[in-house]
């Protein structure tokens, strides 16, 4: 599809003790995730694992809108965390935790290999002119490189991650982020060759001044979407309907 499922993004990174490291990939798929689109109000959750630069995992959690990344499912679920979730938590060296709302998504097919580079500006007359260029230019730019099987623009959501840090019952602590440019291939090389277009250099030739821009290169490990949970909830509803 290569597009993105809604138009908000909750993006995580996490650095994890390598000890802990078997049981938190099993946690993410047998609990964290297929209960974030199944219960959180979320259309998808991809998981990533760094080839290049860190943190050494990245979570792409969309949904329709900013506000239904902190709706009343996630509300539940994030306000009362059992103690395995607990555990893996304390696992975590690093988080950073960041909602963004899309400025542009665009392309043909999920890829499995994710150039991200997460910028940081400086005031928010850098961050008007990075959403401007994401909503009017991303997509045109990213038709230039015919690698590129899907590319996203994200600009920050503080109020939702603010809104988010209200209920919680952990993780007010956590780094936030400012904005964020996704790029999907095939190839790892792929995203190799066009790390230098994101550098701030790069970003510079574009018309985007920032402060900052750390580039990571990430291999898909999971991709979980409520249609992979259709056949269980429609079980669920015909063991609770009357005979």
Same mark, same amino acid.
């Given at each position: ?91 975590? +060296? &690093?988080?950073?935790? $960041?909602?963004? #709302? ?7 097919? @999920? *890829?499995?290999?994710? %150039? ?44 939702? +991650? &603010?809104?988010?840090? $209200?209920?919680? #019952? ?7 982020? @400012? *904005?964020?440019?996704? %790029? ?60």
């Amino acid at each position: 599809m290569g597009k993105l499922r809604g138009q908000a993004v909750l993006m995580v990174w996490v650095d994890i003790d390598e000890a802990d490291q078997d049981a938190a990939d099993r946690w993410y798929e047998q609990e964290h995730f297929p209960e974030r689109v199944t219960q959180s109000g979320y259309l998808r959750a991809r998981r990533f694992r760094a080839l290049s630069g860190s943190p050494a995992h990245m979570g792409v959690l969309e949904a329709q809108t900013t506000d239904a990344l902190a709706g009343e499912g996630y509300k539940r679920v994030t306000a009362n965390i059992n103690d395995r979730s607990r555990q893996i938590r304390n696992a975590f +060296r &690093r988080i950073i935790r $960041s909602p963004h #709302a899309v400025l542009s998504s665009t392309g043909t097919i @999920d *890829g499995a290999v994710m %150039l991200c580079a997460r910028i940081q500006f400086a005031d928010d007359a850098q961050r008007a002119a990075f959403a401007r260029w994401g909503q009017t230019k991303f997509e045109a730019w990213v038709r230039q490189f015919p690698q590129i099987l899907g590319g996203h623009a994200l600009a920050g959501a503080p109020e939702i +991650r &603010r809104y988010m840090d $209200s209920f919680r #019952a952990s993780g007010q602590n956590d780094e936030s982020g @400012d *904005g964020v440019i996704l %790029l999907e291939f095939g190839r790892p090389q792929d995203g190799e060759e066009m790390s230098k277009r994101l550098s701030l250099a790069g970003l510079r030739e574009l018309g985007i001044e920032a402060s900052e821009s750390l580039l990571s290169i990430y291999q898909l490990m999971i991709d979980m979407e409520t249609r992979h949970f259709a056949s269980q909830k429609r079980s669920a509803r015909a063991h609770e309907e009357p005979k």
